[in-house]
C-alpha cells in the first residue's frame, strides 16, 4: 500500500518510484465472461480484447506483478466447492497465458473469498484481507496497485487500500482515491483494449 493515496496524475511518479506496478484483476466479467454462480471449467470462455490489454500493459515499459482477486460465494452458498473452484483457476491461468502469450507477465496467483455475504467476512472485496495477502505473498507492498473490474467492489476494494482502478463494466471509467470518474466514460460492456486502446495514455505516462 502506498503511503498517500494514489492518483492518474502521481501513477508515473509512484511506478518510478517503487520499481513497478502492481495490477489486480477481477475474475469474473473481466478475464472470463461471468456465467453465474458455479460456472465449471468447461464454461471458461475469455472476455476479448486481453491480448491487447497486455500488450498496452507492456507497452508502459514497467515491471509488474499481477493477482486475481475473485469472490466465491458459490462456495459459501453450497453451489459449488473448492475443487470445482481451483479447477476453473486453472483453467483460466492456462486459456489467458496461452492466448496472451506473454512469459513476462502471467496469471498465476488466485486469491479467493469463499464467503456468502451473511459472513460478513474480511476477505470478501470490497475487503482487503485477499489484497494484504497478495502484496505479502508477492512481494508488492510497496508497489503501486491498479485495479482492472466490473462491478463496484472491484473498485471500492482498490479505493480502500489507497490504489486506482479501471471499470469495465457497464459504466466504464477511471476512479482514483477522490472516487470519482476521472476520464470520459463510454457505455456497454465493451473489452478494456477496445476502449482505451493505448494504456500509456489512459495511465497519464507520456
Known sequence: MTEAPLTFATLPAAIASGGGLFVGF?????????????????????????????????SLGYPFKTAVFTNQSAIGRGLT??????????????????????DWLTIDRF?????????????RKPGTLLYTDAT???????????M???????????????????????????LDSSGRAVSDAYPGRLMLAARLGDLTGVLGVK
Open 26 to 58: 477481477d475474475r469474473d466479467g473481466t478475464l472470463i465472461e461471468d456465467c453465474g454462480y458455479g460456472v465449471t471449467p468447461e464454461q471458461v470462455v475469455l472476455k476479448p480484447g486481453l491480448s491487447e490489454l497486455y500488450a498496452s500493459l507492456c
Open 81 to 102: 466447492d473448492w475443487e470445482i473452484v481451483d479447477a476453473v483457476n486453472r483453467t483460466v491461468a492456462l486459456v489467458t497465458n496461452q492466448t496472451v502469450g506473454a
Open 111 to 123: 486469491f479467493v473469498c469463499p464467503h456468502a455475504p451473511d459472513d460478513r467476512c474480511a476477505c
Open 136 to 146: 505479502a505473498e508477492i512481494g508488492a507492498e510497496d508497489l503501486p496497485f491498479l
Open 148 to 174: 482492472i473490474g466490473d462491478s463496484h467492489c472491484d473498485l471500492q476494494m482498490a479505493m480502500n487500500v489507497g490504489g486506482i482502478a479501471i471499470n469495465v463494466g457497464e459504466s466504464f471509467g477511471r
